[in-house]
């Protein structure tokens, strides 16, 4: 009997004994007798009949199903006796990371919307229970064919959201050639979404290699459902795939929790752990364990790790074999390029350079674990995940509940407390700004931002490094990595910055170039910089601390320039960045429109700039280090700067 069945049954007890009030006390005590169990029974066989009856989630053809096995009990068994964590748990984007679609989940704009792709087109429609879109072909010489594909999952909720459909063997599910951008309400092509070279409209779509389309028709079931979901398995080769619960659970952090509620049943056993100092030994708190294994917890999916031997086979039938509280080494490899440490194993090249800067430092979001593993705070220290974050919103936290969900920290390390709790030193703020050289309440003497800077990418914005590092200028122009003084003081050149650390910190200055000495650094990552560098700096432009740093009416015409790079994902960052500049508020773009269209819009955004008045101290502006009158790169050292770009393919693997 549950907990709603219980409070049914005392509900109608505690009424029946109430109206036994008006009996004499034997016929009193007889009709309680009577009464109590009799209303028990019937409270219980009342709450049976009124609840809604589960779905027959085993019966449902075409998706992946929800159905919990091997010691899974879902976080619907946790909810009656932690009804606080469970609520921060729904309310996080953890929890919606994958769900079914349904009218309440589906984000994206269903009505009647006709996109299209590679001429094709797909027109979107929706009913009160299930969202579809309809492809509309032609094959060459062939009359146009309609299908209807209906969506099944969704993947996000924060930033953007993805669908899936099904592909008609077993369960597999096939991506959504559209992704809805929500700061945006808006769709784009999913190849959009990555840093990659997309195909451009006007271009022949070169069709996927038989293998390409097996992978793509089936990503989600053997890749994206590991971490995507709880207890995922594939189920290859029948793909008849299934999880214990959809998006990142109780049990994903926790481990499975059949043991743990079958013996709480007791509740003797749960008080006495209640009062006691022991954590409970039937399931698992992250937190409790010591920083490389509760960090694991984390780091099999926000991490770089491969399964290892038999493993393989294993994670395409029957998922992985990692638990929390076990040894994630044990059977899968953790990519940590520097490999001088014996027993450590070097990342494939691809893997290198589809994820890491040339020294070894992560280059994309979602891997941050492997980031701090190489950090002098985890490797000398106690620093761990839970060092800054907290999984679930405490009592204490004043923020509203989005505020915590955003990046799940605990409220005060959003500031320095993540840094003092080790150099306590600094806590004195004339210690903190001898050292920093920059205000105590300023930008500048945030820990995080010259020790963990912006130097990762993904979701369409630049991400904090986890690998807590000191800025270096060498460093930068070895790797091509902006540093955190470049960053910040985006109207400085890399010679600036060069010269105060030397003076402040006793780094020798590297030898530099003319442009080096002559160029802010963030016009040479923007003009000449890869793909990578150049989505960088067109967040970092968006960036208030360092706007407020750096001046901003310079910034326009070099976003401009952006608003037609080569790859989307590096246009539609620039896009948001220009959104911020005044004058731009309401400024129309399409980062996926044709070429010429993307053109236009360039060059009215130029025009938008020319026709702002000039700020009032020009000298605080980048426009200092500038020598055209009205504020722009000669076009000469522009047009050399921008013949100097790094064209090489580059795709960062998220």
Known sequence: MDVETVAVAAVLAAVALWMARSLRPGRRRLAAIVTVPVLLAAGASTAMLTRTPPTAEAAVPLRPIAVPGEGFVTSRACRSCHPREYSAWHDSYHRRMTQVATPETVLGDFDGVELEYHGSTYVLGHDDEISWFDLISTDPGGEPRRIRRPILLTTGSHHMQAYWYPVGQGRAMEFFAFVYLLPEQRWVPRESIFLQPTVAVDEPLRRPTEFEQWQNNRRWNHSCLHCHTTGGEPR?????????????????????????????????????????????????????????????????????NYPRGDQVQADFVTGHSYRPGGDLTATRLVCRPDDEDAGREPCPDLVLEQRFWSDGMLRVSGREYNGMLESPCFRGGELSCFSCHRLHQGEDDPRPRSAWADDQLDPQMTGNAACLQCHGGFADAGALAAHTRHAPESSGSQCYNCHMPYTSYGLLKALRSHQVDSPSVAVSLETGRPNACNQCHLDKTLAWSAGRLEDWYGMPAPALGEVERGVPASLIWLLSGDAGQRALMAWSLGWEPARQASGTHWMAPFLAQLLVDPYDAVRIVAGRSLSTQPGFEDFDYDATADPGTRLAAARRARGIWAALPPPADRAADAWALLDDPQGVLPEDVFAGLLARRDDRVVILAE
Do not use: K, M, W
């Open 236 to 304: 290859f080769p029948e793909i008849d795939t299934r999880v214990a619960e959809f998006g990142i659970a109780c049990e994903a952090c926790h481990g499975p929790g059949a043991e743990h509620v079958e013996r709480n049943r007791d509740p003797l056993r749960r008080y006495r752990l209640h009062l006691g100092a022991e954590p409970d030994p039937t399931i698992l708190d992250p937190s409790d364990l010591a920083a490389e294994r509760g960090s694991q917890v984390c780091g099999v999916c926000h991490g770089v």
